[in-house]
């Protein structure tokens, strides 16, 4: 079955360095560069983040409008990651489009 609309993957993949899974979902999506968006790109540990496991991945057709860290008790007590909070724009004709002649 084949899947409509814009495609979004997310979350921690466990990977230490980039490997196997990040070449595949970057011949596919783009990825985006959290470092780009935030003072830093760790989120893990939660408490005390000094590693980049947490990725987001998007079709060309989404672009990133915000990214932030979210930091609370709340989210330390949910997860052993901090939570990336991303706001997309869904755009159909963006300038990463391909034009169809």
Request: without cysteine.
């Amino acid at each position: 079955r084949r899947l409509n609309g814009p495609r979004l993957m997310l979350g921690d993949f466990n990977e230490w360095a980039p490997g196997l899974t990040t070449r595949l979902l970057r011949s596919h999506l783009v990825s985006v560069d959290i470092q780009k968006h935030l003072k830093r790109r760790r989120t893990y540990p939660g408490l005390m983040p000094f590693l980049h496991l947490d990725h987001i991945y998007h079709d060309e057709e989404l672009e990133l409008k915000k990214l932030t860290l979210h930091r609370s008790r709340k989210a330390l007590v949910a997860s052993d990651h901090l939570p990336l909070v991303a706001d997309f724009r869904h755009a159909p004709q963006s300038r990463h489009s391909k034009a169809t002649p």
